[in-house]
């Protein structure tokens, strides 16, 4: 995906305005990390007419880091959750694998969310979702951590249903414990979550309302999509969060 000009005006006043003599507008460097994140190339294999494959790489890296893609994505959603009446959201996580050019991140950059389950190495991308398009927070832990635990965590810094009435908090049975569930309550959502078929007194489904827990498999579907997302190649969480914050970004001027 590329953006035209007037997607790229929408988020342009949120960028850091380039001073002095600067080879590449915000314009041109946008859609050359978008290349990039679509199409999971390295870095030094961006085609030369978006530029100087550093200088991208760079721009990228300290947005990243002084948090510019976190406030761009931020205010898209809250303009796009403001449109849309929330009645639930659901909660998942789904598993990226890291790529053996992803591990071996120097030990100054501290401990990085990688880590080794069945499948090999591997990063966990935990979400919450309002719909098929919207993300309302999510988080990265290393593969072979517990759902439960990251999906509270999650829940806390939600905070409660902003919406008038009810709104349920759909999960599937990694989030069936009763720590997640008294959690979701004490926040005013209402749970609705398969009970282990083990449980002595198990609780009655809302079968019409787990049915849009498939929603928030639509999204992760949509953000797979990018390959630098799919597979992890980065070695730190910064640009790894950074490419995984730029694909909800594109996807959010796309609707």
Not at 132 to 138: E, G, H, M
Not at 215 to 230: D, N, Q, S, Y
């Amino acid at each position: 995906m590329q953006l035209t000009r007037e997607q790229f005006e929408l988020i342009a006043p949120l960028l850091p305005r380039q001073r002095g003599n600067v080879r590449l507008d915000n314009f041109e460097v946008v859609n050359a990390i978008l290349y990039v994140a679509a199409n999971g190339c390295k870095w030094r294999a961006l085609p030369s007419h978006y530029g100087p494959w550093h200088s991208i790489y760079t721009r990228m890296s300290r947005w990243a880091k002084a948090g510019v893609l976190d406030a761009v994505f931020e205010r898209l959603q809250r303009q796009r959750l403001m449109q849309v009446r929330i009645e639930a959201v659901s909660l998942d996580s789904t598993i990226m694998k890291v790529h053996p050019d992803g591990t071996g991140a120097p030990e100054k950059n501290g401990p990085q969310a990688i880590g080794k389950s069945r499948g090999g190495w591997s990063t966990k991308l935990h979400l919450v979702a309002a719909s098929a398009c919207d993300v309302v927070t999510w988080s990265l832990t290393p593969g072979q951590a517990g759902d439960g635990p990251e999906g509270r965590r999650l829940i806390e810094a939600m905070g409660g249903p902003q919406e008038a009435g009810e709104v349920a908090l759909l999960m599937d049975s990694a989030y069936e414990g009763d720590a997640t569930r008294d959690l979701a309550e004490q926040l005013g959502f209402v749970p609705v979550v398969p009970p282990n078929p083990q449980r002595k007194q198990p609780w009655s489904l809302d079968k019409e309302r787990y049915r849009r827990r498939n929603e928030v498999e639509r999204l992760f579907r949509r953000i797979k999509a990018w390959r630098r997302v799919f597979t992890r190649y980065d070695k730190t969480d910064v640009m790894f969060a950074a490419f995984i914050t730029v694909a909800f970004i594109a996807e959010a001027l796309r609707l």
